[in-house]
T-cell receptor
């Protein structure tokens, strides 16, 4: 299995509090991603990173920020959590592929976040 | 907008049967395709990658790709109750490291 560790695995917090989720990889892969998964919506990309300090927004980035100061760590921050951000959050990693052949993503075990 | 479509199911098959899961994609320049299995409460797990037209077999799993018709399928032979899960299809353009995921098909294999 790909070496991806997400922390915490579960978190309950209150509306308006800041929350930071961590993704740590031991694979030295270039690309890292944060997704959220909700019933009826499937996986939705929040932010992604294509290198240290290189990040960009996904389709549902509002209310989220990220940072990647080291290859192995990708942090997702909810500056002021809202109940609509209650979800399961997955980190994924992938490596550069050969021309025309993307490498697949590998996922961490997820963080179940509840915002009351 | 790039889309990957899957029937949400559930697809119910008896144990020992062949389960056929289908996926269509809208982006004609997609070149890489992936099937993931996701058990309830768990993370997606890669089953197969396929890049060329035709069939690719791995154990009980066969992925089929038809770029002209823009569909990719996953066949599971000798289905087992342990295969009961949601199967996610994903497609990516060559050179893009951001795949587009379908919403998944729920498979139930009953004894």
């Amino acid at each position: 299995d790909a070496g991806i560790t997400q922390s915490p695995r579960h978190k309950v917090t209150e509306t308006g509090t800041p929350v930071t989720l961590r993704c740590h990889q031991t694979e030295n892969h270039r690309y890292m991603y944060w997704y959220r998964q909700d019933p009826g919506h499937g996986l939705r990309l929040i932010h992604y990173s294509y290198g240290v300090k290189d990040t960009d927004k996904g389709e549902v980035s509002d209310g989220y920020s990220v940072s990647r100061s080291k290859t192995e760590d990708f942090l997702l921050t909810l500056e002021s959590a809202t109940s609509s951000q209650t979800s399961v959050y997955f980190c994924a990693i992938s490596e550069t592929g050969a021309m025309g052949r993307n490498q697949p993503q590998h996922f961490g075990d997820g963080t179940r976040l509840s915002i009351l | 907008q790039k889309e990957v479509e899957q029937n949400s199911g559930p697809l119910s098959v008896p144990e020992g049967a062949i389960a056929s899961l289908n996926c269509t994609y809208s982006d004609r320049v997609s070149q890489s395709f992936f099937w993931y299995r996701q058990y309830s409460g768990k993370s997606p797990e890669l089953i197969m990658s396929i890049y060329s037209n035709g069939d690719k077999e791995d154990g009980r799993f066969t992925a089929q790709l038809n770029k002209a018709s823009q569909y990719v399928s996953l066949l599971i032979r000798d289905s087992q109750p342990s295969d009961s899960a949601t199967y996610l299809c994903a497609a990516a353009r060559g050179g893009s490291y951001i795949p587009t995921f379908g919403r998944g098909t729920s498979l139930i294999v009953h004894p």
